[in-house]
């Protein structure tokens, strides 16, 4: 059964043939088939055709060794590269990094301790994603600024949206004052939510004439 060496390349990737060459050195399973998928970096919610065929042939065991150049390659997000991991567990497919080959020690155990190591691996790469979203709430707490009731980035960026305009406040209590149009109609005047309008209307007191 031939092993797949499964290639994520991105516009960022200057020498994608890199990741095959380093794949094959460490493939000792056959002649490989070479799978690829063409994904923006940042992009992990678009679908990948090549990786979900690899998916479907992993499920009806048709694949035994899957190998990539970097664990990055199958998911970034680790929560689901662990259950990635889980997944080929099922279905008795080992995966081969040339960047991570620590895991040739893993898929080397033998019976029945493989499976202990491999569920400790599972372990440890939950603590590790845990850590880092943790890291990550804490690095984002810190960079808010609450002071005078605004809130603000550490930069000094205020957010939330944007408050409406002097101009666009008096325009709405015009408009209001006026009696013609309706919410929505004075909504789409104005071009700003109908709900925007109503809190003008509610908060501030319409001036009589």
């Known amino acids: 059964m031939q092993p797949v060496i499964y290639i994520r390349t991105s516009t ?3 020498r994608p043939e890199n990741q095959i060459d380093d794949c094959l050195s460490i493939n000792s399973w056959g002649e490989a088939e070479i799978v690829k ?6 992009k992990e919610h678009k679908e990948r055709s090549g990786f979900e065929e690899i998916r ?5 065991g048709n694949v035994k060794h899957l190998i990539v150049w970097d664990l990055d390659r ?3 997000d680790r929560i689901k590269l662990i259950q990635f991991f889980q997944f080929c567990k099922i279905y008795k497919c080992q995966i081969h990094s040339f960047r991570q080959q620590w895991l040739e020690s893993l898929n080397n155990v033998q019976p ?4 202990i ?3 400790l691996m599972l372990q440890v790469m939950g603590w590790l994603a845990e850590e880092e979203s943790t890291k990550k709430s804490h690095r984002v707490k810190a960079a808010i600024d609450r ?7 550490r930069y000094g960026n205020k957010w939330g949206r944007k408050s409406l305009s002097t101009q666009k406040k008096n325009r709405i209590h015009e408009l209001k004052r006026e009696g013609d149009l309706s919410i929505r109609q004075i909504a789409k005047e104005v ?6 309008v109503h809190k003008i209307l509610h908060h501030i007191p319409t001036k009589k004439p």
């Open 56 to 60: 479907k042939r992993i499920k009806g």
């Open 112 to 115: 029945p301790f493989n499976e």
């Open 191 to 196: 071009g700003v939510s109908i709900g925007a």
């Open 74 to 76: 199958i998911y970034r």
């Open 37 to 42: 998928d063409q994904q923006s970096a940042w």
């Open 12 to 14: 960022e990737d200057q």
């Open 117 to 119: 190591m491999h569920d």
């Open 147 to 153: 002071r005078g009731g605004v809130t603000k980035s």
